[in-house]
Nanobody, 126 residues
Framework: QVQLVESGGGLVQAGDSLRLSCATSGRTFSIYAITWFRQAPGKEREFVAAISRSGGSTQYLDSVKGRFTISRDNTVNTVYLQMNSLKPDDTAVYYC???????????????????WGQGTQVTVSS
């Protein structure tokens, strides 16, 4: 069982930055690929950024490329999402999800996830 806990959300103005964290106490953290999803009111959950088990592979939603950076530190069982130049369209609840992977790849579909965090709210005002 893997428990994921997100933190770092908040209310910011357009152009500001936030860093989200996804932490777990699981001892096998390094076998899981981690993906950040987000869900805005009235919209479907969408993929934002993904990172492989080792951190060697990453993938981003086109609209966040160049603004968001996903990284992981397997020594402290945490994945980060650095979000810069935030826009009002980035407003959503952000979730991290974990999927056990047998290769060093990423996943972008929510149906692949084995575990989910509870979410953290990010609100960007104009």
């Amino acid at each position: 069982q893997v428990q994921l806990v997100e933190s770092g959300g908040g209310l910011v103005q357009a152009g500001d930055s936030l860093r989200l964290s996804c932490a777990t106490s699981g001892r096998t953290f390094s076998i899981y690929a981690i993906t950040w999803f987000r869900q805005a009111p009235g919209k479907e959950r969408e993929f934002v950024a993904a990172i492989s088990r080792s951190g060697g592979s990453t993938q981003y939603l086109d609209s966040v490329k160049g603004r968001f950076t996903i990284s992981r530190d397997n020594t402290v069982n945490t994945v980060y999402l650095q979000m810069n130049s935030l826009k009002p369209d980035d407003t959503a609840v952000y979730y991290c999800a974990a999927a056990r992977r047998y290769t060093d790849g990423v996943f972008t579909s929510p149906v692949i996830a084995d575990y989910w965090g509870q979410g953290t709210q990010v609100t960007v005002s104009s």
